[in-house]
Nanobody, 122 residues
Framework: QVQLVESGGGLVQAGGSLRLSCGASGRTFSMAGRGWFRQAPGKEREFVCAIGWNSGITYYADSLKGRFTISKDNAKNTAYLEMNNLKPEDTAVYYC???????????????WGQGTQVTVSS
């Protein structure tokens, strides 16, 4: 089992920044992919970005490139999502996920965090 805990969400004004963290514990040795997804009210969960835990290769949703950055700290078993120039349409619950490989598809991830709310006011 793997446990994921997100933190860092909150309320921010448009144009502001937030950094989300995703700490992992448990049997993480086989989880070579870590992803971030988000879900806004009334919408489907959508891919934000992902990173290969060993390779460091990153993947981004095209619409978010340049504003969002994923990174990792292997020693802390923690992934980060840096979000800049936030817009009201970025308001959503942000989820961290772990899987055997980084992927843009939510169905390939085995474990999910509880989510953290990000609200961007105009």
């Amino acid at each position: 089992q793997v446990q994921l805990v997100e933190s860092g969400g909150g309320l921010v004004q448009a144009g502001g920044s937030l950094r989300l963290s995703c700490g992992a514990s448990g049997r993480t040795f086989s989880m070579a992919g870590r992803g971030w997804f988000r879900q806004a009210p009334g919408k489907e969960r959508e891919f934000v970005c992902a990173i290969g835990w060993n390779s460091g290769i990153t993947y981004y949703a095209d619409s978010l490139k340049g504003r969002f950055t994923i990174s990792k700290d292997n020693a802390k078993n923690t992934a980060y999502l840096e979000m800049n120039n936030l817009k009201p349409e970025d308001t959503a619950v942000y989820y961290c996920a772990a899987g055997v490989t980084p992927s843009t598809s939510a169905s390939t991830y085995n474990y999910w965090g509880q989510g953290t709310q990000v609200t961007v006011s105009s």
